[in-house]
């Protein structure tokens, strides 16, 4: 018997019953999606960058991570020119624009040199997570608060120890060292810095052709040995891989070789303290994943002790006669021959206890035959109920497993459905929905499984006959009939009509709610044994908890989005507040020089006059100007501070303000800013003075919202003259203030929703949804109504109706 077919008897025969009473559900919540750039020094399909791709999608496939990975590679590696790299740094500004990133995780020096050096405009404000540097730590990555990561830090030291420790009465280390690529200068540098007993010993194979290098490690005799650090470049600025280097110098090479790298390992060195890629990577997107959590990236420090593990190749141990037992106890070794056991381990144990129950079963059989006339019967009996248990529970394992292969049931419920129909001689089963209030009762809706026949969608009209049903069902009511000559005559008529003659009919309770029902039918009367009745009810059971895990899971989401919603408006409210109190400060440091240039200017003024000079004189006009100018600007200033600095009124303490003041104001305020858009703004307001009873700060504020809505919404649109039109009216008892635009209009759709506090249809461009929840509020506590209508052919009319104040009108105050 094969392996498989023995480990499939073992495992459906014994395991499975523990299988099912130590299945845990697993619950995976879905995340929002990130986009996450990983910025490559070098290029694809070099090991190293390769494997550290490799660990960063290690960890975001393991954490469940709905997150977007996109590579860039600079390629610098092999290609070193400054032209070069003027050509990729312009050409990768202009292509890393055109995305949004969450996250930078930057690999190796020149990649977080490049973003550096470009850090002002492309992704100012992005975290970076960096790995894979060699050279000391850049002042501006200190500086920047955003970026954190881990620095490689090969320790040639310990692998020149370990080197000498397994060949005693060894002779120099040459070292495969190029002169010319990043990686090879900051190697160089770091030997260099090594004790002088240890940089004695050295001797460095760099300023070669690569046709020299595999002559001057072939020359190379015991008891010396080889360091083969990265050698990708030689003196022709010729360009080779890693994989490509490690070949030339194993050919070649008569004596052990050693390195500090892990992708050589299996290539031809012996071993050595080796950095790996894959774990630079896995560490990344750990630290990665913190960030998108919510961690502060400051808090997050760079970690400096990622320094390799010994790793070793035991062909290579075993061909050069090397004491394994002096290798540190940590040490990992690769290609360990296997013996027997190891290599069948697997199926020697699944054989053995196979054996065992057969030999079990023989024991057991062998008492049975002795007693099989007396008791013949009865183990017929008893073998019928094993097998419908057997059937039974494997049938509730394939349903577990389908509900916890998924975080959303509903993707497997036509799964589930079959399984029952394919696994019991149930004829039909189905579910119904009562529910369309939550995400999972409008998927599920109504769906039947007919042995036989699949998935189709069941009649859901509610007839009298299956509402009678619904209602009895929602008392949480279970209906056993195995005739139909329980139910009453529509009823029974309801389900003959669709080729059933027995039914069970069992509720889906969900969050101590009735949400649905489950239905189980022949074509003809059966008897529902009780056996059969609790592993139906069962089932149902199993899928009313996967039910109400998606219900929580759902309410969890859509709990945790309105929380990220409130805490990023009090954000925005905050910095709303700081503009405010900088602004006192502004107007109050304004003033001062303002008032000594009038008063120094009226001065002025004053004495030519009295010195009898020309009233139109230049000067004089001049002076006069500046005497004007200088009251313009503390008109503005008084109104920026009676805007932002003054306290504004309760709701209660109501004035009466005059309409068409308070929006000529606003206006002003805003008129550099509706320039700048390259909008034409027109006001036409009703002769004299609109008196009402309002608050003077609240109105404008209503105002200043609307013509900045109307600013955002040309924007979007393409117009040969864009237009913000504001009127007020005045009628017999009321006061209008319009506001329309020649803008892209309103869907229809949205209707009062646009008031709603955080509705925003700007949401993916800074939008808060507060504005025109902020401006229907206002209104509201000063009696007013607001209402919009789309004009006809483009843009959107808003119009505000306050109650006119005719007692203050008549008597002109």
Not at 9 to 27: D, K, W
Not at 43 to 60: A, F, K, P, Y
Not at 226 to 238: C, R, S
Not at 603 to 631: C, H, Q
Request: hydrophobic share 40%.
């Amino acid at each position: 018997m094969k392996n498989s077919q023995i480990k499939k008897l073992f495992f459906g025969c014994l395991l499975l019953p523990l299988f099912l009473i130590f299945t845990v559900s697993v619950f995976a919540y879905e995340q929002p999606s990130h986009k996450i750039l990983v910025l490559h020094s070098y290029h694809q399909g070099l090991d190293w960058s390769d494997n550290v791709s490799r660990g960063i999608q290690e960890i975001m496939s393991a954490h469940d991570e709905e997150v977007e990975l996109f590579y860039e590679y600079l390629d610098t590696k092999r290609y070193t020119d400054s032209l070069y790299f003027s050509r990729i740094e312009r050409f990768y500004r202009e292509r890393l624009q055109q995305n949004q990133f969450d996250l930078i995780i930057t690999v190796d020096d020149d990649a977080l040199k490049f973003l550096l050096d470009n850090r002002e405009e492309i992704y100012k404000n992005i975290p970076v997570v960096f790995c894979g540097i060699n050279q000391q730590i850049d002042e501006r990555v200190i500086n920047d608060g955003m970026i954190t990561g881990i620095t490689e830090r090969p320790d040639f030291k310990a692998t020149i120890d370990i080197m000498e420790k397994l060949h005693p009465g060894s002779g120099l280390i040459y070292v495969v060292n190029d002169l010319y690529t990043t990686t090879a200068k900051i190697n160089r540098m770091m030997l260099d810095a090594l004790p002088e007993n240890y940089r004695n010993k050295l001797h460095f194979i760099d300023n070669v052709s690569f046709d020299e290098l595999a002559e001057e490690v072939a020359r190379i005799n015991s008891p010396d040995l080889i360091l083969m650090l990265t050698f990708n470049k030689d003196k022709n600025q010729e360009f080779i891989s890693y994989k490509e280097e490690s070949r030339l110098v194993a050919e070649n090479a008569k004596v052990p070789v050693y390195s500090s790298w892990e992708f050589f390992l299996n290539r031809g060195i012996v071993g050595g303290k080796l950095i790996r890629g894959i774990d630079h990577g896995k560490e990344a997107a750990l630290m990665g994943l913190r960030i998108l959590h919510g961690e502060k990236t400051s808090e997050i420090p760079i970690k400096e002790d990622l320094q390799g593990l010994y790793m070793f190749d035991q062909n290579l141990l075993k061909k050069y006669n090397i004491d394994k037992n002096k290798l540190p106890a940590e040490a990992w070794i690769i290609n360990k021959p296997m013996n027997f056991y190891s290599l069948n381990k697997t199926t020697i144990v699944v054989v053995l206890l196979v054996m065992v129950v057969a030999f079990v079963i023989i024991l057991v059989l062998s008492r049975s035959v002795q007693r099989r006339k007396k008791a013949e019967k009865l183990l017929l009996l008893k073998q019928e109920h094993l097998t419908l248990a057997f059937k039974q529970q494997r049938l509730m394992a394939e349903i577990v497993t389908y509900l916890n292969s998924t975080n959303d049931f509903t993707q497997v419920i036509d799964k589930v459905l079959n399984a029952i129909t394919g696994s019991t001689h149930v004829g039909k089963v189905g579910l119904y929905s009562f529910t369309e209030d939550d995400k999972i009762g409008q998927i599920i809706g109504s769906m039947t499984s007919e042995k036989g026949e699949g998935i189709e969608e069941m009649d859901s009209s509610r007839t009298e006959a299956m509402q009678n049903i619904i209602t009895r069902i929602l008392k949480n009511e279970t209906i056993v009939s195995p005739d139909l000559s329980e139910l009453s005559e529509g009823e029974r008529q309801f389900f003959e009509n669709r080729g059933i003659r027995s039914v069970m009919l069992i509720p889906i309770k969900v969050v101590d709610k009735i949400n649905g029902m489950a239905g189980f039918a022949f074509q003809e009367p059966h008897v529902w044994e009780k056996d059969e009745q609790r592993l139906l009810l069962t089932l149902v059971r199993v899928i009313a908890n996967a039910w109400e895990r998606n219900f929580q899971m759902n309410q969890f989401l859509s709990m945790e989005k309105q929380h990220a919603e409130a805490v990023r408006v009090m954000e925005r409210t905050s910095r709303l507040a700081s503009i405010g109190v900088i602004t006192g400060g502004i107007t109050h440091e304004i003033n001062q020089p303002l008032n000594a240039i009038k008063i120094t200017t009226d001065t002025v003024l004053r004495r030519m006059r009295r010195e009898g000079t020309e009233t139109g004189s230049y000067i004089v006009r001049k002076l006069e100007a500046i005497s004007k100018g200088t009251e313009r600007i503390d008109e503005i200033v008084s109104h920026m501070r009676n805007y932002w600095v003054n306290p504004v009124p309760d709701s209660d303490e109501l004035q009466m303000v005059d309409l068409n003041t308070i929006v000529k104001n606003a206006l002003d305020l805003l008129r550099r800013q509706i320039r700048n858009h390259g909008i034409v703004a027109t006001q036409k307001l009703a002769a004299g003075e609109l008196y009402l009873k309002g608050n003077k700060i609240q109105i404008e504020q209503v105002v200043i919202n609307l013509v900045v809505n109307s600013i955002h919404a040309l924007d979007e649109v393409e117009r040969e003259k864009k237009e913000i039109n504001v009127r007020t009216v005045k009628k017999e008892k009321q006061i209008e203030l319009i506001l329309e635009d020649n803008g892209a209009g309103i869907e229809s759709s949205i209707g009062e929703q646009l008031f709603d506090p955080f509705y925003s249809t700007k949401k993916s461009k800074g939008g808060t949804g507060l504005g025109l929840a902020i401006v229907k509020t206002f209104v509201t506590k000063m009696n007013g109504d607001i209402r919009y209508e789309n004009r006809e052919g483009d843009g959107v009319r808003f119009v505000i109706t306050f109650t006119k104040d005719t007692e203050n009108e008549s008597t002109g105050s």
